[in-house]
């Protein structure tokens, strides 16, 4: 009798850990799909940014081209800045070109 009470207690454990396993993997497909479906998200939206970045770029290539060189010409090829140009911050800038003191408050 003790062999079979031995039998049937290791059979049990493997069915426990069969069970847990199958499990395991079930939580880990479900894991996989949401990280799928992200991934696939996050795609769509790059994709999306990447053709409204392109019809920008080609709109101010068409801006561009239809001012042309001779738009510039009654000025002898130089442009001039706006008068309120150092008052404007460049991008990320500060306004009139004025470094920032790193570190002193």
Same mark, same amino acid.
């Given at each position: 009798?003790?062999?079979?009470?031995?039998?049937?207690?290791?059979?049990? &454990?493997? +069915?426990?850990?069969?069970?847990?396993?199958?499990? $395991?993997?079930? @939580?880990? @497909?479900?894991?996989?799909? &949401?990280?799928?479906?992200?991934?696939?998200?996050?795609?769509?939206?790059?994709?999306?940014?990447?053709?409204?970045?392109?019809?920008?770029?080609? &709109?101010?290539?068409?801006?561009?081209?239809?001012?042309?060189?001779?738009?510039?010409?009654? %000025?002898?090829?130089?442009?001039?800045?706006?008068? +309120? $140009?150092?008052? &404007?911050?460049?991008?990320?800038? @500060?306004? %009139?070109?004025?470094?920032?003191?790193?570190?002193?408050?």
């Amino acid at each position: 009798m003790e062999g079979r009470e031995a039998w049937g207690r290791l059979r049990r &454990r493997l +069915d426990s850990e069969r069970t847990h396993a199958r499990q $395991a993997e079930a @939580r880990l @497909r479900q894991h996989l799909q &949401r990280l799928e479906r992200a991934c696939q998200s996050h795609l769509r939206l790059l994709s999306w940014e990447q053709r409204q970045l392109r019809g920008e770029r080609e &709109r101010l290539q068409r801006n561009i081209r239809s001012k042309g060189p001779s738009s510039s010409s009654s %000025g002898g090829g130089s442009q001039q800045r706006p008068a +309120d $140009a150092a008052l &404007r911050p460049a991008r990320g800038g @500060r306004p %009139g070109g004025a470094p920032r003191a790193s570190g002193l408050r």
